[in-house]
């Protein structure tokens, strides 16, 4: 498993039927990088408490509503316009890599915030605590992502 959390989230994305499986939890209203966080997490054996679940969702929350998810809406928005106009097309492909570098930029800082956690022996049930009801309507989703992060 690579260490570091950019990695090991890339890895996992980049597995066949991930993506689509984090953008079904995404649009059920998760977190995909604090849910790509817990599970780096659980394959860590660092333990799940109440405090640490706040911390990460104090962290992330903000950046994602002011960061990700306006450039994620700007995206989204120009999908039709941008195929019928060139230069539309090639300015949503940056804003597309802009949202992947704030993604990552919130993944840098989940790392340095939980990277310091010790692991323990016990088995950690990050995922059904960061996706909350998105977790519990798509329960074999999380199933999914813990099958391919067993593999990473």
Not at 9 to 38: H, I, M
Not at 79 to 102: I, Y
Not at 114 to 129: I, N
């Amino acid at each position: 498993m690579p260490s570091d959390l950019w990695t090991f989230a890339s890895q996992c994305y980049a597995r066949p039927g991930v993506e689509a499986t984090c953008l079904r939890l995404q649009a059920a209203g998760a977190d995909v990088c604090l849910l790509l966080c817990g599970l780096w997490l659980e394959q860590r054996g660092v333990a799940c408490d109440d405090k640490r679940l706040a911390a990460l969702k104090a962290l992330s929350e903000p950046w994602q509503r002011q960061v990700v998810q306006p450039l994620r809406e700007l995206r989204q928005n120009w999908r039709e316009a941008a195929q019928l106009d060139a230069a539309q097309l090639r300015l949503r492909e940056q804003v597309k890599a802009l949202e992947l570098e704030a993604e990552r930029e919130l993944l840098r800082r989940l790392e340095t915030l939980a990277g310091v956690w010790p692991q323990q022996p016990q088995p950690a049930a990050w995922l059904e605590a960061l996706a909350a009801s998105a977790g519990k309507q798509h329960h074999d989703a999380l199933q999914v992502l813990r099958a391919v992060a067993d593999r990473t």
